[in-house]
């Protein structure tokens, strides 16, 4: 939360009413129930602030797929970051 936090406020300092989407994806057996409880401020140790309290014309969503398929539009992503995928790789990247 704090790294997307950090990266909302560096693309609002070049861009004030920049839009925002900010995509979870993770395979479709993992429970995003507090994601989303976390997100909408229900969750007793989640962050604070929030940063859909911090900033306006930010959406969040969660997309249910495996790390192979793609999970949004062509062209939609400006910025992908992975945070636990290594285990998934069959051989060292080059």
């Not at 994806?25 to 989640?46: C, I, R, S, V, W």
């Amino acid at each position: 939360m704090f790294l997307v936090r950090d990266l909302i406020k560096a693309i609002r300092a070049k861009k004030d009413d920049q839009e925002i989407t900010v995509v979870y994806e993770d395979q479709p057996t993992n429970d995003f129930k507090p994601l989303f409880l976390m997100m909408q401020g229900m969750m007793a140790d989640g962050p604070e602030p929030r940063f859909l309290d911090e900033f306006s014309g930010v959406y969040v969503l969660a997309s249910g797929f495996s790390f192979y398929q793609q999970c949004a539009a062509s062209g939609s992503v400006h910025f992908g970051y992975s945070s636990t995928a290594m285990h998934w790789l069959r051989t060292t990247p080059g």
